[in-house]
């Protein structure tokens, strides 16, 4: 009976303890290490080995958000930005914004704004020297060795387990500053967007008060398809927006090319549907590497003056060009018949940058980011979400 009672308090105390334990997380599992393991085993299968890894599940008194880091070593020939910025994206990451995270140490920061879980990627090179002891002191002092010159830092953070909240992480928006969209503004002038449709010939009126604006463009047909810009008198001010056959989806500018006087409507030639909508420039939507896609498309531009690595499958035309102002000299970037593949180069923003292209495309970082960086230290990080233009992989297949 004795020892009936003593095996029935031993298992009590077990459950006891089990319960204690479970309370403070040792016996949960940390869902950001289970999240990052498809990651890790893509980094293993590139010739990256793990040097070491912590993490938390995030259970307990603290009611801290689940994370887990991960410090890998990768040999010279693994283009290693390059190919975590494919892994992530497969696992649906995508690319945000830009910023400068440490003002003694700058970097390049990416950060979400719109997800529940967040990624953060810093990569060191050319011999720096890995220094986090307060969370990975396994890892403090290690260094990017001859045969493997490059460490890289992957931290992945989920939610709050108790309070549902978002990430503790810092999140800036990806929207231009202020003083950034006045720039624009002031540029090229703002007005309230409107849209217009028809079908065969016609003409759409532009907004009184703008000097310039982007064009979402759709047409159904098998003709010719031609839109272009005119003055008050029935004058072209030279702004040829689309010249095709048969279908068209695109975005175009206006006025920024102008051979002096102002546009004051659309004229379209068509022989089916189209539909128009006229908005101020500064509503085209930001640059974000990587990015694909296929057709005319606007972009704004607000980065540091950089080398984009460019991939076209049009038989036709692939051209993009910087504008930053409607006075300022026009910057060619790269100007291509058929298919392209190469880099182009572009001055630092403010600007808008006019992509034309008959076919598939894409523009992401050069493949020496540590150059895009100029640092030996670069952060990049991405976030859980929807995105149409999620890269599938680093070379952006054009599918």
């Known amino acids: 009976m004795t020892a009936i009672v003593g095996g029935v308090?031993?298992?009590?105390?077990?459950?006891?303890?089990?319960?204690?334990?479970?309370?403070?997380?040792?016996?949960?599992?940390?869902?950001?290490?289970?999240?990052?393991?498809?990651?890790?085993?893509?980094?293993?299968?590139?010739?990256?080995?793990?040097?070491?890894?912590?993490?938390?599940?995030?259970?307990?008194?603290?009611?801290?958000?689940?994370?887990?880091?991960?410090?890998?070593?990768?040999?010279?020939?693994?283009?290693?930005?390059d190919r975590v910025m494919e892994i992530a994206a497969k696992e649906g990451f995508v690319l945000s914004e830009l910023r400068l995270a440490v003002p003694e140490v700058p970097q390049k920061l990416y950060q979400g704004t719109d997800s529940m879980r967040t990624l953060t990627v810093a990569t060191f090179r050319n011999g720096a020297t890995y220094q986090n002891g307060a969370t990975m002191s396994d890892c403090t002092g290690s260094t990017a060795a001859r045969d493997r010159p490059m460490l890289i830092e992957l931290s992945l953070e989920y939610p709050s387990n108790t309070t549902g909240a978002a990430a503790p992480v810092e999140v800036k928006s990806t929207e231009p500053p202020p003083d950034r969209a006045s720039w624009y503004d002031a540029e090229f002038g703002t007005f309230d967007t409107t849209t217009a449709s028809g079908s065969g010939a016609g003409a759409v009126a532009i907004p009184v008060g703008a000097r310039a604006g982007l064009a979402t463009i759709t047409h159904t047909g098998s003709a010719?398809?031609?839109?272009?810009?005119?003055?008050?008198?029935?004058?072209?001010?030279?702004?040829v927006l689309v010249d095709s056959l048969g279908d068209y989806s695109g975005m175009r500018a206006f006025g920024v090319q102008s051979i002096g006087t102002v546009p004051s409507a659309l004229v379209v030639d068509a022989d089916g549907p189209w539909r128009i909508t006229i908005a101020p420039l500064a509503t085209a939507p930001p640059l974000a590497l990587p990015t694909k896609g296929a057709g005319d498309r606007i972009y704004r531009f607000d980065g540091p003056?950089?080398?984009?690595?460019?991939?076209?499958?049009?038989?036709?035309?692939?051209?993009?060009?910087?504008?930053?102002?409607?006075?300022?000299?026009?910057?060619?970037?790269?100007?291509?018949?058929?298919?392209?593949?190469?880099?182009?180069?572009?001055?630092?923003?403010?600007?808008?940058?006019?992509?034309?292209?008959?076919?598939?495309?894409?523009?992401?970082?050069?493949?020496?980011?540590?150059?895009?960086?100029?640092?030996?230290?670069?952060?990049?990080?991405?976030t859980r979400g929807s995105h149409n233009d999620r890269m599938a992989h680093s070379r952006l297949p054009l599918r």
């Open 9 to 81: 308090a031993l298992v009590l105390i077990g459950v006891s303890a089990f319960s204690v334990a479970r309370s403070v997380g040792l016996f949960h599992e940390n869902i950001a290490e289970t999240g990052f393991r498809p990651m890790a085993e893509a980094l293993r299968a590139s010739g990256a080995d793990l040097a070491c890894d912590q993490g938390d599940s995030g259970y307990g008194p603290d009611n801290t958000s689940p994370w887990y880091k991960a410090v890998f070593a990768a040999p010279r020939s693994v283009s290693l930005p």
């Open 224 to 239: 010719k398809f031609s839109v272009s810009a005119v003055d008050s008198n029935g004058a072209s001010t030279g702004d």
């Open 305 to 382: 003056g950089r080398t984009f690595a460019l991939e076209s499958r049009g038989s036709l035309v692939f051209e993009l060009r910087q504008i930053s102002g409607p006075r300022a000299p026009i910057i060619v970037a790269f100007d291509s018949s058929g298919g392209f593949s190469g880099k182009g180069s572009v001055i630092a923003g403010p600007s808008i940058l006019v992509l034309h292209s008959d076919g598939n495309w894409a523009i992401r970082s050069r493949e020496d980011y540590a150059q895009d960086c100029a640092l030996d230290l670069c952060h990049t990080s991405f």
